[in-house]
């Protein structure tokens, strides 16, 4: 790949992150997000059930939503990224962007000291009302596109402190000179 | 040292800049409500919402308005975060970088908006 070709796929990363969207589902199955990796929300859907949890779970559930399908869709663009710019470029990027959410963020956040977003009663009555969008929409995948991949980078190999010594004892004349 | 690099090296100079500037005045967050309050959204630049408030009486919209609700209203916090974050850059960064700002997408609003800067002063 050319320099130029490099120049002009970066100045593409803008766009790939704008346009590059991502869709989660919360482990309570009690929303789902779609976002794109800039986390510009581009759909939200809430199970009617959800809203029985309170205002403040309600509010909770959006966040860690939104923050899923965002992470969703930043890998989404770093793998297409790696497709389109090779690896050296998306190394470059990740070096001054950040390294992928699936190596950082933790899945969600259950340490914290709140009550838990408890999942629905999973029996539903016959003709209640299902997810709150216009339309159902397929499954999503079990597997997301990047599961194949090893979850961690090897470590890069440390760089040797000091290569003076190399000049130094490949000159046969050291130690003569002054 | 390749464009790459050269590029990486301006931005790693601005993010020193900003980060020293958004120690000392906190961080840049932008937020908006609904008008009738039911939905709060506070959030980052180019981050989803870091916090979504809901009024008990909001509960009462049902699941898809609700939904609908929140997303108009992050949309415009988001727009409240990106403007902000223009006007904290211009304090301390290069003009090329405010511009770049505007190229990446975020775009910078009217200086008077809905909550007109006490957001960030006032204590919660």
Known sequence: MTQEQRLAAAEGLTEVLARTTGTAE??????????????????????????????????????ETARLATDAAVQTSYNELAKSLGDSMAMAVEAFAGPPPLNTAPAVDTSAP???????????QPGEQGWSGAQQR?????????????????AP??????????????DPFRGQRR | ???????????????????????????????????DGA?????????????????????????????????RVSARAARDA???????????????AVRALTEI?????????DFDGSYLRSSR
């Not at chain 1, 397929?138 to 991949?149: E, I, K, L, V």
């Not at chain 2, 997408?105 to 908006?113: N, S």
């Open chain 1, 26 to 63: 919360h482990p309570t199955r009690l929303a789902r997000a779609t976002a794109t990796a800039t986390g510009e929300l581009k759909s939200l859907d809430l199970h009617p059930n959800a809203l029985a949890q309170g205002p403040d779970a309600v509010g909770r559930l959006v966040v």
């Open chain 1, 114 to 124: 709140r009550p838990p977003v408890t999942p629905p009663v999973a029996q539903r």
């Open chain 1, 138 to 154: 397929a499954a999503t995948p079990s597997a997301p596109p990047w599961a194949g991949q090893r979850p961690n980078r090897p």
């Open chain 1, 157 to 170: 190999r440390p760089e040797p402190a000091e290569t003076d010594d190399d000049d130094y004892f490949a």
């Open chain 2, 1 to 35: 040292m390749d464009e790459t690099e050269r590029a990486a090296r301006r931005v790693a100079d601005t993010e020193r800049q900003v980060s020293e500037h958004v120690a000392r005045t906190g961080p840049v967050l932008g937020r908006a409500s609904s008008p």
């Open chain 2, 39 to 71: 939905v709060t959204v506070v959030a980052v630049p180019g981050g989803p919402p870091q916090e979504v408030r809901i009024s008990p009486a909001a509960l009462n919209m049902g699941p898809r308005a609700l939904a609908d609700e929140i997303l």
């Open chain 2, 82 to 96: 990106a403007s902000r974050m223009h006007r904290t850059l211009e304090r301390v960064a290069d003009p090329a």
């Open chain 2, 105 to 113: 997408g975020f775009e910078r609003g009217p200086d008077d908006d």
